[in-house]
């Protein structure tokens, strides 16, 4: 029998797990997704004051669909014998999907490191909740004013005192001029203090020491600077981009048997940009290098990635969140009406359970437009 390999069990990974099942309709094709844990973990909800909230149990999206999950770490692709090794074990593959995402980018060599907090995994997550949690009037550091940072900071607001430090000049660097204005005015709002310039050089404990040499007040200092994909790239690839991305055609194929989705992916999104490390890029990756990986083995024809519209809501906690269209990020909704279609948004990014029929539909509709919802407006259909 036929066998897909999918690695990864983030949003890339179920997805492509959901895309090779309805590629596979009635064939007879084994599809096994190996992941360590039995969840899916929604990662852009983190910030959130209660992450456990953010999981989904993989068993309720994979078992409707008749995918086997192997709980395992994958240490080895075997491009050539067209094998993975999963904790020690080798398993054999007809067409493989790498989909094992990305990860925070640690400092070294920084003192007091093991100090640092993070939000880019749960028990990240939970570990910085937990070490706050019931206590007031706190003191944060959150280092790295980009997009997670910028969620970070805001939530922390909530309960205690905030200082945003970043080596640019500007916050939200990334995010372009566009959303800054409204950015910085919800900053004020919130009262989170800015350092920019600067960095961490040093933690402590109840400290942290700053790249200008001030020392300042911290309970937690959080890290939420850079991001590379998954180690297991190197084994795809000689030619990563900076992110550590494989390199994929139109059809997310990187080698004959190998097709790679998600963070770990450098698939172009037009003429001019590549995809982003995000779930609203990973989710229609997913879907498509899935169901390619399945229709290569069955000779059903294959499917374009093509995207939907590029997006970013981001949530600015008590301030509201801000909603803007295109990779010049036209700012679209602030304040309010932001807050409105960031929360709907991460309604819709968790996926359908329990039922085959929803969730084979929801991997066969590739082109979503996230919408653009006025405060009275209804919700257009799930961006699942």
Same mark, same amino acid.
């Given at each position: 029998m036929a066998h897909v390999v999918i690695i990864g069990g983030g949003f890339a990974g179920v997805w492509s797990a959901a895309g090779a099942a309805l590629a596979r309709g009635e064939a007879d094709l084994r599809i096994t997704l190996i992941a360590p844990n039995e969840h899916l973990v929604l990662r852009p909800r983190l910030y959130e004051p209660e992450p456990d909230l953010a999981t989904v149990e993989l068993g309720r999206i994979l078992g409707p669909i008749g995918v086997e999950h192997l709980r395992a770490w994958v240490s080895t692709i075997d491009t050539d014998r067209r094998v993975v090794v999963a904790d020690g074990e080798e398993i054999g593959y007809d067409r493989l999907v790498l989909a094992a995402g990305s990860k925070l980018v640690r400092p070294r060599g920084l003192p007091g490191a093991e100090r640092l907090f993070d939000i880019d995994t749960l028990d990240?997550?939970?570990r910085l909740t937990d070490s706050l949690r019931d206590r007031e009037d706190y003191s944060a550091v959150v280092v790295g004013a980009g997009f997670t940072g910028l969620e970070a900071a805001t939530a922390l607001a909530a309960r205690g005192r905030v200082l945003l430090v970043d080596r640019s000049q500007v916050v939200g660097a990334r995010l372009g001029p566009e959303p800054r204005k409204e950015i910085e005015a919800a900053l004020d709002e919130l009262g989170i203090e800015r350092r920019l310039g600067t960095t961490v050089t040093e933690v402590g404990d109840g400290y942290a020491v700053l790249s200008d040499g001030a020392r300042? #007040?911290?309970?937690?200092?959080?890290? @939420?600077?850079?991001?590379? =994909? @998954? #180690?297991? $790239?190197?084994?795809? @690839?000689? #030619?990563?981009?900076?992110?550590?991305?494989?390199p994929v055609d139109k059809r997310l194929r990187a080698l004959p048997e190998v097709f790679v989705a998600?963070?770990?992916?450098? =698939?172009?999104?037009?003429? #001019?940009? $590549?995809?982003?490390?995000?779930?609203?890029?990973? $989710?229609?990756?997913g879907k498509v290098a899935g169901y390619n990986a399945v229709a290569d083995l069955l000779d059903v024809p294959p499917r374009?990635?093509?995207?939907?519209?590029?997006? $970013?809501?981001?949530?600015?906690?008590?301030?509201?969140?801000?909603?803007?269209?295109?990779?010049?990020?036209r700012v679209m909704a602030s304040g309010a009406d932001g807050a409105i279609i960031k929360k709907r948004i991460n309604q819709q990014i968790?996926?359908?359970?329990?039922?085959? @029929?929803?969730?084979?539909a929801a991997a066969d509709r590739v082109y979503i437009e996230l919408p653009f919802l006025p405060r009275d407006e209804e919700p257009a259909a799930p961006a699942a």
């Open positions: 990240g997550a939970r300042v #007040e911290a309970d937690a200092v959080v890290w @939420s600077v850079g991001m590379r =994909a @998954s #180690e297991l $790239t190197r084994q795809i @690839s000689d #030619e990563l981009d900076h992110l550590g991305r494989v998600g963070d770990a992916a450098m =698939a172009a999104f037009d003429d #001019e940009h $590549t995809v982003m490390q995000a779930c609203q890029h990973a $989710t229609p990756l374009d990635f093509t995207p939907g519209p590029y997006v $970013t809501c981001l949530d600015l906690g008590a301030a509201g969140g801000i909603f803007t269209r295109g990779w010049d990020r968790h996926p359908p359970v329990d039922d085959a @029929s929803k969730i084979l």
